[in-house]
């Protein structure tokens, strides 16, 4: 047994705890509090699972799916998370969340460190089936959580129905089913004012 | 595409937002507050992929592991947690998780509660060594932790060393590598008096 090589993947699962305290604009379910980046994870993780058959590429890889989503927002320990309709916030969120990237996973032994760095690079160019899923996901369930509450956090920010559908376009090329249902979600939200047009 | 179906399973998508509100007794790593079970199987998830070399048997199923560490907290949401050093809490835990599993499980379509259903057992089990392996990252994850806040909680709780050892004892089945690991960190937590004898 390789001691180094443990004792950094131990200090490794050590710093990711630090993810727990990242938190998103989407709020819970029961709106009494912001999402965690976390738990986040954990939501679309068991959405890759239940909701697999309904990929666009029925063969995509379920493990490689798993992986990116439970990997994708880890860089937010350094670059924290960037609200997706602030778009000052979004100019240099490439830039801080690279910086990120090579200090995170560099904790690793590097086997380890390139591994978990191509799965996020993976999820982020969103070209393979199994990317482009877990953004399909990753855009799926934030709208989940703004509709069964209400759309408290988008009223709060001012947002309209346009940049909605706008954010949900990646969906489309992830699943055409998941496309359909969040354009209804939205439809609905609409017509129930909880999102100005 | 099946519209009940899909329903179902969106339905079960939105009921497991609430295992972000079940608190365990487990502090994060900055002591500022209880971790909630959500965050926690997303710890369990990442430590499965890190760690996945140390399992006692080598060729375990990283997938079936992934998804049993993911689903294996889901019956919280109607029994809540319950503290491992609870014993009065330990008496009816079985009987009140089993009845959550019958509830939460066949919210979704037949085929997908089985198999939810059938990793939760196997989870707890403890037999088969994707088991064995996922209930010693479960065991190891709140040890770090404590150890990582100073043993805080176990102070709170007036729990003993040996209380500890008994409860990381199926570490040793699913990894002997990360089960002499938990015993140094009990023995350093004693050596720093984080935890008394």
């Known amino acids: 047994m390789d001691r180094q090589r443990f004792e950094k993947q131990i200090r490794f699962v050590v710093e990711i705890d630090k993810l727990k305290q990242i938190l998103r604009q ?3 379910m029961d709106a009494s509090r912001r999402e965690n980046s976390a738990e986040h994870c ?12 309904y990929a666009e590429n029925k063969e995509i890889d379920l493990l ?10 880890l860089v937010e320990i350094d670059a924290g998370d960037t609200y997706c309709y602030d778009s000052e916030g979004a100019q240099h969120q490439t830039e801080r969340e690279r910086m990120a990237a090579d200090r995170v996973f560099n904790l ?19 070209k393979t089936p199994e990317a482009q899923f877990a953004v399909a996901l990753d855009r799926l369930q934030p709208l989940l959580n703004n509709y069964h509450t209400q759309g408290k956090v ?43 047009s």
């Open 42 to 53: 954990w939501h679309l993780a068991m959405m890759a699972i239940l909701l697999l058959e």
């Open 64 to 73: 490689r799916t798993l992986k990116m989503v439970l990997v994708h927002d």
């Open 108 to 126: 690793l032994p590097e086997d380890q460190a390139n591994h978990l760095r191509a799965l996020w690079d993976e999820f982020e160019a969103q």
């Open 154 to 196: 988008w009223q709060q920010n001012g947002i309209h129905s346009h940049q909605v559908y706008k954010r949900m376009l990646p969906i489309k090329e992830g699943s055409s089913i998941l496309w359909k249902y969040a354009s209804e979600l939205i439809e609905d939200a609409l017509k129930k004012k909880m999102l100005p």
């Open 26 to 28: 989407t709020i819970t």
